[in-house]
């Protein structure tokens, strides 16, 4: 659990965990974290939510496995402020030296692929970087109970822009105490760099060996295309012949089509 010397600090200010919602366009969190900012209503009691006791009760030992993996890991539980935005703030798990970066922790249950608990977590970390002027963050996975896995997420910073730009439109309606507008998810960063083999993937197998056995076929029938658009003259509004024919639509556009029209 948060120290009360943590939670002091958090007040008031979105956080790391908190401006994930605004991200993700989640109504309901959004507005309940609405009405905690404004003072309509306490913080979620998490104390009997046991995801999040899990993994307050391994962060220690998650963190010193790192160390035993020879990274070099400082700053744990330290509270940063954004250095532009003061209602803006992060609790770093710590701050991995390899990386010049924040390491972030997690337990997951361990039945979702690895993509799917990076993209969950994106906000945080993301918001993380900006926070911190970091360009990378360990995101240090325990899945089930399985040792943890490091994967390094890279800043993006239009992903940032708009992280920022929704904090500062939610910390105006809790100033003025006018409930937040629905905002629509934010896609979270791609990272478009694993290779995968799919040789085993039956549909796509049968896709690939579907456009293998026509693609010269394809270029054939477009060729075919291009050439009866080409010889169709320029006053025509229609011409057909041999099971086919194109016509021009008012714009001027040609298409072919099977048949007589």
């Known amino acids: 659990m948060l120290s009360p010397t943590q939670m002091k600090q958090r007040e008031g200010k979105l956080t790391a965990s908190r401006i994930a919602c605004l ?3 989640n109504k309901a969190k959004i507005h309940q974290l609405w009405l905690e900012l404004t003072g309509q209503s306490e913080p979620e009691d ?3 939510v046991w995801a999040v006791r899990l993994g307050e009760a391994t962060e220690t030992l998650h963190l010193d496995w790192l160390e ?3 990274f ?4 744990r539980g330290h509270f940063m402020v954004h250095p532009k935005h003061d209602w803006l703030g992060v609790t770093l ?3 991995c030296s390899e990386i010049d970066g924040p390491v972030e922790v997690k337990h997951v249950g361990g039945r979702e692929p690895l993509e799917v608990i990076i993209e969950r977590y994106q906000p945080q970390v993301q918001c993380q970087m900006e926070v911190t002027g970091a360009s990378e963050c360990m995101l240090s996975v325990i899945m089930g109970a399985s040792a943890p896995i490091q994967e390094t997420i890279e800043r993006d910073e239009a992903y940032a822009a ?3 730009k929704r904090g500062q439109q939610f910390m105006e309606c809790v100033r003025t105490m006018r409930p937040p507008v629905d905002l629509p998810a934010a896609p979270a960063p791609v990272d478009a760099t694993k290779v995968y083999d799919y040789s085993l993937n039956n549909t796509w197998t049968v896709n690939a060996t579907e456009w293998l056995d026509n693609k010269d076929a394809a270029k054939i029938c477009e060729d075919a295309k291009a050439t009866l658009k080409a010889i169709v003259p320029a ?3 229609k011409v057909y012949g041999h099971g086919v024919y194109i016509s021009r639509s008012r714009n001027g556009a040609l298409s072919l089509r099977e048949g007589t029209g």
Request: net charge negative; glycine share 10%.
């Open 23 to 25: 991200m993700t366009g």
């Open 46 to 48: 998490l104390s009997h």
């Open 68 to 70: 035993l993996l020879k």
């Open 72 to 75: 070099t890991i400082t700053q």
């Open 93 to 95: 798990d710590g701050w």
């Open 162 to 164: 708009e992280l920022i």
């Open 235 to 237: 006053d025509a509004k």
